[in-house]
């Protein structure tokens, strides 16, 4: 069983986590997960993952590091890191694909993507953005660039390309749809601001209460 095989496995028992949480238990949780999980990584013709691959293309470390968190949370209830973290670990991808698919596909002279070819500019250039993510406390962020390199760095993937294990077209899909839906969580919780005219009423009956009492004082 190859990392490909196993990235692939985690991301889909998260996807079917996200489609059947809320109609099982936690015990029905865990073993829907496992049947998933073992019938993703059987070998092919009989394994789901290999013919995800073949359709989909691999997945990239990121994905699986963020399928295993979303994993945790369908089934222990919250997420291991706070969601600041989470937020800002999206934001860099998105902002991240933003550049690197657009010049990749020809927008521009440049191609990014051949930087990630064993560039050491490059990959200095991600470790020092990963030490100042953890000196700002983003561990989300910076365990993604950590742990992107040091698979890199080890060859664990079929691709010999360093984005290859940064970023895929379905994770930033992924990361994309999660900001939207947090921003409009965030503006749902948000609570109403009350009309000038009431708060008119309440500080003009405030006033006459006030009145009222000094006046029989008197």
Not at 58 to 80: E, V
């Amino acid at each position: 069983m190859t990392l490909d095989i196993l990235v692939c496995a985690l991301v889909l028992v998260a996807v079917q986590l996200r489609i059947s949480a809320s109609l099982l238990s936690v015990r029905g949780r865990i073993i829907l997960s496992v049947v998933v999980f073992v019938w993703a990584v059987l070998p092919f013709p009989w394994g789901l993952a290999p013919w995800v691959i073949s359709y989909l293309a691999g997945f990239s470390i990121t994905s699986g590091l963020l399928a295993i968190l979303a994993i945790q949370h369908r089934i222990a209830g919250h997420y291991w890191l706070p969601l600041k973290q989470l937020r800002g670990a999206c934001l860099m991808l998105v902002l991240m694909a933003l550049w690197f698919y657009p010049m990749s596909m020809g927008s521009s002279y440049a191609d990014p993507y051949a930087l990630g070819f064993g560039n050491f500019g490059f990959s200095t250039a991600l470790l020092l953005l990963g030490l100042l993510a953890w000196v700002l406390r983003a561990y989300a962020t910076c365990l993604i660039l950590v742990a992107a390199e040091l698979a890199f760095g080890a060859d664990l993937l079929v691709s010999d390309n360093l984005w290859d294990y940064l970023i895929d077209p379905w994770l930033v899909l992924w990361a994309a749809g999660w900001l939207i839906r947090d921003r409009l969580l965030q503006a749902r919780a948000m609570p109403a601001p009350q009309q000038p005219s009431a708060l008119g009423n309440q500080s003009r009956e405030s006033a006459d209460n006030a009145l009222a009492a000094r006046s029989s004082k008197s």
